[in-house]
């Protein structure tokens, strides 16, 4: 029955961009990308009055007021708590896509959304500073699952040349979250005393949207044939996202790679780390994960205003220039996003680092110089802007492309536990040392973004394959020989490779025989 379902003829296209796939590539990204974007933003414009209330509080609680350090670093954990709450849910999402599957976590994780921002919403009623911390960990536990999730079901359901395009959908809406929630902290918005816990509880109306419409859509068809093992739901979704498609050709390569991981169950982390096959994807996830972190933009992202400020921008000033940077993220996003498919992922990821690495390096020259020089001043705006479009065309999105990318099925969940995991642990890392390093050593703490960012941009020179229009059996094999298990590429009587089950990522074999027999 399957195979007649399967034989139907359709007509014949080349991965073309169907309205079913857009449509859930923009609302998945909607509902959970925009928040991770709107959450490391929400509390920027805020902040003198989040740490005015800290205080007011522990005055009516214990009679008198605590000192500006301390401040600081209750201020420090509320943004960073977020991070923690990220770690744990990437955790959690092998576990999570295993069980609910793709679209099913994103679906069921929403609960999170909602808890987390009624308890910020309604922590200035209650007097409660603890609400806004256990509001941001909960939102914090949502990201880190969508973040992972995300570009796993997108880079699932996407055809081969449109990988790229579909998978960079979520990072523009990342860009866009920072850049709604940096208009609505606008004074003549949000951003007045009283209004601020409404602006950090607005969370719940997209993901709102996304948990009405999302459960309409099909599951990912690799997750349905390779892990439920259910060839009529696959063809059933694989038809609804290809729309008139023929689907046999898709459907043997899926087969193909079902074959090859045949005996082969989905890997634990643990296992993951120590399987050589898989060596240098492991390397090359670790690698770029930290170093889109790293790189500085979570400390732009973070204190954008203060960063403002101490270059000398007139206080009046600095919401609306921060919203022109969230302006250019965008435009940036769509960049990366209209290109990836012309120029490939190595050249957004090498190009992107290399420029936010110039740029890291120009701030701390335009602080050190603008007391003599006052144009300078300008000078480090615009650098921290060319940080922000760096990361927006390349690294933001290409990152979690390549996670998915660079691993086949029964790995690419444990890949993404220890991509998002060191994403998470990195974020919270500049999250909460950055003020503090700033205290300590100045304009000077750019320049270690600055070295990350170079040494990141030559690792992916040397190290990472284009994988731009390949299948997933493609590129698990063109790092076969960097992994050191693949001497020769013999072929079959059809002039094909073929693939024996070595954890999926093994030698090369021909028609019944394998490499080295």
Known sequence: MADELLLQPYGKCSGRLTSSLLAVALLSSFGSSMLFGYNLAVVNSPANYIKDFYNRTIV??????????????????TVSVFAIGGLLGSLLVGMLVSKYGRKGTLVNSTVLVFLGGTLMGCSKICSSPEMIIVGRFITGIHS???????????????????????????????????????????????????DWPLFMSLVGVPTFIQLTLLPWFPESPRYLLMERRDIH???AALKWYRAGCNIQSEIEEMQEEQRSLSLVDAVSVKQLLQDVTVRWQVVSVVVINIGMQL??????????????????IPIAQIQYTTVATGAIEVIAGLIGCFTIERVGRRLLMIGGFGFMGVCCAGITLSLLLQVHVPFM?????????????????GPA????????????????????????????????TVGFVFPFLQMTVGAFCYLLFSGICALVAIYVF????????????????????????????PVDDTGQLKMVALNGYGTMASRGRILGD
């Open 462 to 489: 040397l190290i990472i394959p284009e994988t731009r229009n390949k299948t997933f059996v493609e590129i698990s094999q063109m790092f076969a020989a960097r992994n050191g298990i693949m001497d020769r590429q």
């Open 377 to 393: 001043r300008y000078v480090s705006v615009v650098c921290v802007v060319g940080i922000i479009a760096g990361f927006c065309i």
């Open 233 to 235: 739901a696959t063809i």
């Open 295 to 312: 790189s500085g933009i979570d400390a732009i992202w973070f204190y954008t205003n203060a960063i403002f400020e101490n270059a000398g």
């Open 397 to 428: 999105g290409v990152t979690f492309l390549m996670t998915a990318e660079l691993f086949r099925q029964s790995h690419r969940p444990a890949a993404y536990i220890v991509g998002g995991s060191l994403n998470w642990v990195s974020n919270f």
């Open 144 to 194: 880190g699952i969508s973040l992972s999730v995300v570009p796993m079901f997108l880079g699932e359901i996407a055809p081969k040349n449109l990988r790229g395009f579909i998978g960079l959908i979520p990072s523009i809406f990342i860009c866009l979250g920072v850049f709604v929630a940096q208009i609505l902290g606008l004074h003549e918005m949000l951003g007045k005393e009283e």
């Open 60 to 77: 009516s609680r214990g009679g008198t007021g605590v000192s500006e350090e301390t401040l600081t670093l209750m201020y420090s954990i």
